[in-house]
């Protein structure tokens, strides 16, 4: 064997020495670590204070979060008790005594009502409607008559009718007027509209609402027409074709332009079925006007089958003197405002119009729409007032000139 040189250190072996010094000084460390480390811990939790979360709901009592535990299980205790502030009085009990185990249970849901069937939804009654109320006799109209635009009433019951079913239709569909006025009245019809577009509007929308507006039969949109006149506060009628018999291309039987009128020498049947033919062209009307801008003049014997229908549908009719009959609602056309469209004729005839009404209380003057009768017709109406003249309603001279 070598021998090893005195003084050299055995490199191969651990000093035992060293080694339990560098032990020492490992746990130590760890134990001044963990020392710090609870320390911190303990710092934090004391500046830390507990925030309590309650929801109070009716009937249940939820405990603060975090400390709710399942059916049967005690809540955990809270370590952080003993730090929670002062200022929270119900927070500074120990959690033990102030949370009490709660058994979860779903909040309950508002009570809704139970849905019914769609059969019997289906076949549920309706409310009864409100009873209607029961019709006011025009003399109990305190703004019927009375001149106001926007106080129309259709329809005019006369004290006799207590409904309106029962009344005429001349009655039925009259403009409302004060037969009670005193003054003479004057009453106008425009005839022929509803063929040209521009004149009936004309007529429409620019004459006083009085003026009653006669239709033609023939005339296309009839019950627009009608409709639009009336809501206007016009009272209708329809023209009632009539052409003397014998005359050269008025016969009737081969008039293109006129294949509907009436004619005397026609036998009773032809002239009541186109007398059917007129009245069935509208609606909501009072009467037929049996005239035409010249006058017509017939046998009154001769038409008398056709008189006596118009009366029996309740209608009134306006034509010449001559033609009458049994019961029949009638009006007379006294002249012709028009029968030249011309400024000064127009007036002379207005004029004319005037004296007869005061001569005798009532007048009935015809026209046809010329743009020039509607000008002078709207200037004209402007003075009545002044003049002590009242413009009605043609259904308001019914059987007021029996004498004629």
Known sequence: ??????????????????????LILAGAGLSFGWLAYRGELDRLASATPEVVISLNLPGHSVPPFGTVQGPGLAPEPDRFASTVPTANPVATQPIAETKPPVVRQPIAAAA?????????????????????????????????????EEALNYPQLQPRYPTVAEAPAWQRFARPFDINDPRPRIAIVVLGLGLLHGETAAAIGELPSEVTLSFSPYSHGLDGWIIEARSFGHEVMLDLPIVQSGSEGQS???????????????????NLRRLD???????????????DAAGISASASDLSPVLTD???????????????????????????????????????????????????????????????????????????????????????????????
């Open 1 to 22: 064997m070598s021998a090893r040189p005195a003084g050299a250190a055995d490199l191969g072996r651990p000093d035992p020495a060293g080694l339990a010094a560098l």
């Open 112 to 148: 809704r009502p139970a849905a019914k069937p769609l059969s019997q939804l289906a076949t549920a009654a309706p409310p009864a409607p409100a009873s209607p109320l029961p019709p006011v006799p025009a003399a109990a109209n305190p703004v019927a008559g009375s001149g106001n």
């Open 252 to 270: 009737g039987e081969g008039d293109e332009a006129n294949p509907q009128a009436l004619a005397a020498g026609l036998g009773d049947s032809d």
């Open 277 to 291: 033919w007129v009245l069935a062209r509208g609606r909501d009307y009072v009467g037929v006007a049996g005239v």
């Open 310 to 404: 118009i009366g029996r549908h309740g209608l009134m009719f306006l034509g010449p003197a001559e033609l009458s009959g049994p019961g029949l609602p009638r009006a007379v056309a006294d002249l012709s405002i028009d029968a030249r469209p011309d400024r000064d004729y127009i007036d002379g005839q207005l004029a004319e119009l005037e004296r007869r009404a005061r001569e005798t209380g009532f007048a009935v003057g015809v026209a046809f729409g010329y743009p020039v009768t509607i000008e002078r017709l709207a200037l004209w109406s402007r003075g009545l007032e002044h003049k002590n003249l009242a413009l009605a309603p043609v259904s308001a001279l019914v059987g007021q000139q029996a004498a004629r």
